[in-house]
């Protein structure tokens, strides 16, 4: 066997459709591109048509096949009908990536329900839902992936987390939940957890060069992280390379948690 070939058979995603969740924007952006250049024909939902067309414009130009749905996920309604109309592009997905997020950041005293209940509904309740729309037909068909995008905010406090670190830490736990049901019918569900990466989320942040070299000093790589940092360990989970590894928080962040 080549090693082409043998790589082919461990990573190759040719034949998949995936949908990912903020694939228009930072990680899964990245992971949307890694996944389509290794073959899936992958959908991106997020609200934005300017970015989603901008992604998907870039992908057809590389030759891949992708395509996008504009949906507000941050309603139960907007998560039911993108995930109707994903599934209506390519078919039922193999691959689900839940990256949409937001980080709303008030200090505890100011975090109010609406902050608390627009961080819950895109950042857990929406990977919740579209896990319920899609898992049980992945597991019918014997092989699923699942990949949600946690934070190192799930198992530390890190400015201001508030409902964040409370919706990761929880979405972390629907991870394991989800695998425990599915992954004896081939639907393996795991987390990646970023630690600090420069992306519009945390623009702020990031344009702070102060503390920006400082969260870099605290990795054991030297450096912050990269979107394009997540596309090795995406392609890896949502190939039948992880096939064996399931319910797992995988941290892509240059030693930064255990630093
Ligand atoms: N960057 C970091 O340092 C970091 C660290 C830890 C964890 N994370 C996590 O990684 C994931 C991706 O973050 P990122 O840094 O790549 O963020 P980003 O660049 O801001 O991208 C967020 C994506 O989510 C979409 N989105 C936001 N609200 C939405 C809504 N209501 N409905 C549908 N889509 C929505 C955005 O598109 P629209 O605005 O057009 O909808 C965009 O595509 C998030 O879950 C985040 O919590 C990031």
């Known amino acids: ?100 997020g937001i980080n709303l950041r008030p200090a505890m005293d100011e975090l109010d329900e609406g902050v608390w209940d627009a961080t819950m509904a895109l950042n857990l309740v929406a990977p919740y839902l579209l896990g319920q729309r899609f898992g049980p037909d992945m597991a019918e068909r014997g092989f699923g992936r699942i990949i949600h995008i946690s934070s190192q905010q799930a198992h530390r406090a890190f400015v201001q987390s508030g409902a964040y670190g409370v919706s990761k830490g929880a979405l972390e736990s629907l991870a394991r939940s989800q695998a425990e049901a599915w992954s004896p019918s081939g639907v393996t569900c795991n987390t990646l957890v970023p630690g600090f990466v420069m992306t519009p ?27 394009e940092d997540f596309a090795g360990a995406a392609v890896f989970l949502a190939s039948r390379a992880s096939a064996y590894v399931t319910g797992q928080s995988i941290f892509v962040d240059g030693g930064f948690s255990v630093h």
């Not at 623009?203 to 450096?223: I, Q, W, Y």
Request: include cysteine.
């Open 1 to 100: 066997m080549s090693s082409q070939a043998f790589l082919s058979d461990l990573f190759s995603l040719d034949g998949r459709v995936a949908v990912v969740t903020g694939g228009s924007s930072g990680i899964g952006r990245a992971i949307a591109g890694a996944l389509a250049r290794a073959g899936a024909s992958v959908v991106v939902v997020a609200r934005r048509e300017s970015e989603l067309v901008a992604t998907v414009d870039e992908l057809a130009a590389d030759g891949c096949r992708a395509a996008w749905v504009s949906a507000d996920l941050g309603t139960r309604g907007g998560v039911a009908a993108a995930a109707e109309e994903a599934a209506g592009v390519w078919g039922e997905p193999d691959i689900l990536v839940s990256s949409a």
């Open 201 to 227: 989320l945390n623009a702020r942040l990031s344009a702070d060069p102060e503390r920006t070299a400082a969260l870099a000093a605290r990795t054991m790589v030297g450096r912050n992280g990269l979107a």
